[in-house]
């Protein structure tokens, strides 16, 4: 009602939608309850009830419309993915192309094997002295 510009805010509110729906007792009403409704509502606020369903078929079908301009295609997540921004162990949670690596840059696997961190010359020892 209010993309139709029904509900103008001086002749017809929402209060005064609300206060005629609440005449029908229920959530929801059928096609023809709805015209009962514009109808109650046009008697109550003096309104033609022919130049309100008027209206409400020339404006189309329901949808979202804003007076906001329509906004610019932000580059925050090439900030957010620019590993050269961090530092330490961040760095490894994204690949060199600014792809999420998931879990693997996100924990620390360890290898279990018995040698510390580090070590450069792990299975070199003899198997055998």
């Known amino acids: 009602m209010k993309q139709a510009k029904v509900i103008d805010g001086k002749t017809v509110t929402t209060t005064d939608t609300g206060i005629a729906f609440k005449k029908f ?10 015209q009962k409704f514009l109808d109650d509502l046009a008697a109550s606020k003096k309104v033609a009830p022919d130049k309100m369903k008027g209206k409400l078929t020339a404006c189309g079908a329901p949808g979202h419309k804003s007076n906001a301009s329509p906004g610019t295609k932000s580059n925050v997540y090439d900030r957010l993915c ?3 921004k961090y530092g330490a162990s961040h760095r ?3 690949d060199e192309h600014g792809k999420g690596r998931g879990a693997v ?3 620390d696997d360890h290898a279990n094997s018995g040698y510390v961190t580090g070590y450069k010359h792990q299975d ?3 198997q055998k002295r």
């Open 25 to 34: 007792k229920q959530q929801k009403i059928h096609f023809k309850e709805f």
């Open 82 to 84: 620019d590993v050269s």
């Open 92 to 94: 490894q949670r994204f």
């Open 105 to 107: 840059g996100r924990r």
């Open 124 to 126: 070199t020892y003899p």
